[in-house]
């Protein structure tokens, strides 16, 4: 922000020496940052180049990945669709518990109890990828595999609820993998939606439960419509951090290079971040190089995510310009 900028905001013409020590120190702080990510941006690039320039466009969607001492063949084909499918399938599920907590925060609870949840919200945002891997495999599989085999039993007719025949297990699967990715993006999403939701004018509100409507016609004739934007840009932010999640992904899903085109309980799937992984430390020259080149993939698509989500926000949310 400029100085000129500052000053308006602090509604004066002159900026003591804290002041300016204070923009001095968050500019640095902002640049620096900025510069960071170019600098990562540049070394995935220097890194990835020769992988991509010997492998082609096929690296992006074809399904083989072979490494040889006489040849290199490296395509993340699969593994990029396993990391969009299952993302989308933690969104989807996150979404309802996000916009549920955060009208509950907002709209329901007493103060006290408010503030304890959204403490609460904000510590389940704070936890390590591994804890919540490791939960995942030891606590939440066996039910949700218990999930899996009632949603394959009664409808199983679905393809997306099919299993290949000779399948007997599924306990480790996109659906489950989508689960344990939707609670760690539920806090990210609820805390942008608990902000939208808490610029709600509470009088007008009021005044239409007054008037004899619902809870549920105020949220979803006027709650729900106004603060679709900044919803939006929340989900949109938990899909970028779902698309780059690698330990708890690859805790819970068997990788594989064949493609689960719509059945999520398949037993197997992949994530391009939890192929780097799982690659990484027996890798050689050539396909460190892919490697890196798909975490460039990774990497270009998350950030685009990132920088879509935080435009959407903003718009939503005029008073923080």
Not at 19 to 31: H, M
Not at 43 to 59: E, N, R, S
Not at 69 to 98: F, R, W
Not at 250 to 279: D, T
């Amino acid at each position: 922000m400029p100085k000129e900028a500052v000053r308006r905001k602090l509604g004066t013409g002159v900026l003591n020496r804290g002041d300016r020590l204070f923009f001095g120190i968050t500019s640095a702080a902002s640049y620096f940052a900025f510069i960071l990510v170019a600098l990562i941006l540049v070394f995935l690039i220097a890194q990835a180049f020769p992988a991509l320039k010997d492998q082609g466009l096929a690296f992006v969607y074809g399904s083989t990945w072979e490494v040889t001492p006489e040849k290199a063949v490296m395509q993340i084909g699969p593994m990029l669709y396993g990391s969009v499918l299952i993302a989308l399938l933690g969104v989807l599920l996150a979404t309802p518990m996000a916009i549920a907590t955060a009208y509950l925060i907002v709209f329901i609870l007493p103060k006290s109890p408010a503030k304890l949840a959204t403490n609460l919200i904000d510590l389940l945002a704070a936890l390590p990828s591994v804890i919540i891997g490791l939960w995942g495999v030891l606590v939440f599989t066996p039910i949700a595999q218990g999930w899996a085999d009632f949603l394959h039993k009664n409808f199983g007719w679905i393809p997306l609820f099919a299993t290949d025949k000779g399948t007997t297990s599924l306990n480790s699967s996109p659906f489950i993998a989508g689960w344990i990715v939707a609670v760690m993006i539920v806090p990210i999403i609820t805390s942008v939606t608990r902000e939208i939701f808490s610029q709600f004018d509470r009088e007008l509100i009021n005044g239409a439960l007054a008037l004899g409507a619902t809870r549920w016609t105020v949220f979803r004739r006027v709650i729900l419509p106004t603060a679709s934007g900044g919803i939006t840009g929340g989900v949109l932010l938990g899909l970028g951090r779902a698309i780059g999640e690698t330990v708890a992904i690859y805790y819970v899903l068997q990788l594989s290079m064949k493609i689960n085109l719509f059945q999520i309980l398949e037993p197997r799937g992949g994530a391009i971040a939890s192929w780097i992984l799982s690659r990484f430390g027996e890798a050689t020259e050539d396909e460190f190089h892919g490697l890196m080149a798909a975490g460039l993939v990774i990497f270009i698509t998350t950030l685009v995510i990132n920088l879509i989500a935080n435009i959407i926000v903003n718009k939503a949310q005029p008073w923080r310009k």
